[in-house]
Nanobody, 125 residues
Framework: QVRLVESGGGSVQTGGSLRLSCAAS????????MGWFRQAPGKEREIVAA????????NYADSVKGRFAISRVSGTSTVSLQMNNLQPEDTAVYYC??????????????????WGQGTNVTVSS
């Protein structure tokens, strides 16, 4: 059973930065694509960023391009999301996810099998 645990959420002011981490309970990164999603109150869960199993390919939501960066931490079962220049509209619960169905940096949440419990990110103006 794969277990994903997020950390690094918190509260920042507009323009600030946070780094989220996702630790897996087993070494799945050799074959699983990974993604970060977020869900704001009253809204659907949406893709933020995804990374392929090899780390060579990434995808980002248009709203975070140039501000967020997803990466795999070499030698560990950890994927990170560096978030810079945070804006109030980035406020949401952020979820880490792993896909056993694709190795590509997939944007569709339907392809993701395993989910973390989520971590809160609040950006105040």
């Amino acid at each position: 059973q794969v277990r994903l645990v997020e950390s690094g959420g918190g509260s920042v002011q507009t323009g600030g930065s946070l780094r989220l981490s996702c630790a897996a309970s087993e070494r799945i990164f050799d074959s699983y694509a990974m993604g970060w999603f977020r869900q704001a109150p009253g809204k659907e869960r949406e893709i933020v960023a995804a990374i392929s199993w090899s780390g060579d390919s990434t995808n980002y939501a248009d709203s975070v391009k140039g501000r967020f960066a997803i990466s795999r931490v070499s030698g560990t079962s950890t994927v990170s999301l560096q978030m810079n220049n945070l804006q109030p509209e980035d406020t949401a619960v952020y979820y880490c996810a792993a896909s056993e169905f694709t190795r590509n940096a997939a944007n569709s949440k339907g392809l993701y099998t395993y989910w973390g419990q989520g971590t809160n990110v609040t950006v105040s103006s």
